[in-house]
């Protein structure tokens, strides 16, 4: 049985993720030292292209956007890079990152650049000599790509494809909405279906990646799963 | 410069105007810079090949890009920070902990492992005490019990993505081979916290609660478009 202590622990704790979670979801908003700034990240997406040789890198940002003015007014900060860390090694250290960093209007894109084992980690500098490409970034209303050398290009706003009952995953986790749980389908409600978010998406042949080490789910008895690159996104400020 | 070079670019800024008369009829000259900013060749005062100058974007080279950049935000699968961290404190330390060195107990003697699985754990004590029963996790559909899940989770961090074919968290049939933009990886993470070993363990049935699915879909996102992919923002 659960000890009195226990569920006071767990309901204290959960009450203060219930507050502390607020407003955030997928990676939205995930830690007050993050929160507001434009250092946020939203949501990471990894997927083939509509070419098939292609990999798709998303990276989501500052989300959740107000439609309108809110919107209108995000802007890329020029001292965040934003990288790509690609890991085709299997050891959870980047091996090849792409880059993107703004100045004025322009995204500018790095790589993908091969990393020293040495320089993995917490601090990046850009891979100024491996330009790989740029593109204008687009306005509400606009949809601007570039292509170079087989690379594609996107940077600016688009609607947030995270999708999630926010509000009642809050009563489920503070307890208060048991003993149901989370509603049906056509009661439960999208938080996040109207609201918008900053994107760099960057399509990549494959032939750039390297070949991928095997799946990490072999390390936990979970095989059958394909060769498959380790990919996380980072969000890095100038000091 | 040679005669040659000289030679090469006065055609190509003639073909070049050639192309302008046909297409911009306004006669405004916007066109004009374009085509000097994109015909492959250093010309008018450009600096180098289609940039700088008047007319085109800045040169890569002449753009300050110095600095070292330092980690603030991290993200590899979705929702693993903001669920299983369970506090502000961890919350900011996992942000800007290294990928690959998350499970080293020295830096971080408080373990972000057993923290996640404390959360975990939480959630279904918080649940059992509103029905009045003593809860626990079960071992997932992946058969992963709390500790090794969490393992999961902690310590390897990063989406998976399949060099070769279906990249999605799951579609049924394929797993962890990548994130597409339409997966419901909500749903998908529940069922792995809430579903048990059959992966139906609370899904609303058989007076279960609801812990399995959050009851959305992707909704009218359009998941068809071509890159790059995402529907233009909402603009009111």
Known sequence: ??????????IGALSLTALSVFLIAADHIDSPSVAGTKVDIADLYAFEGDNPNNTVFVATLQGPLQPGQVTQNAVFDEDVMIEFNIDNTGDFKEDLVIQAVRRDSIMYFFGPAEVDSQDTGLTSNVYVNEGSGQVEISEVGETITATNNGMTFFAGPRRDYFYFDFN?????????????????????????????????VVEVPNALLGDAPDHVGGLVGINGLPRAYNVWVSAKRKQ | MKTHNIIVILVAICTSFLFVQCVDEDD????????LCSDGIQ???????????????PCLGSINFTGTFVQEDVMGRPGVNTVFSGSADVKNSYNIAVTNRRNDTILYPSSFQRTFEETLELYHDVYGDALGVDLDYETNILGLDAEVFTTVLAHFDALQVAQFGPTTYFDGTNALTGRTLGDDVIDISLTLMFGGTSGTRFDGNNGTPQLTSDGVDVGDRDLTLPFPYMEDAIAQ
């Open chain 2, 43 to 57: 010309n008018g005062d450009e600096e180098g090949v289609d940039c700088g100058g008047t007319e085109c974007e």
């Open chain 1, 1 to 10: 049985m659960m000890k009195k202590t226990k569920i006071f622990v767990a």
């Open chain 1, 168 to 200: 009642r995953f809050n009563e489920v986790a503070s307890g208060s909405a048991a003993p149901d749980g989370f509603f049906p389908a056509g009661t439960a409600s999208d938080f996040f279906e109207n609201l918008n978010v900053l994107a760099i």
């Open chain 2, 28 to 35: 405004n000259g916007n066109v004009i810079a374009q085509d």
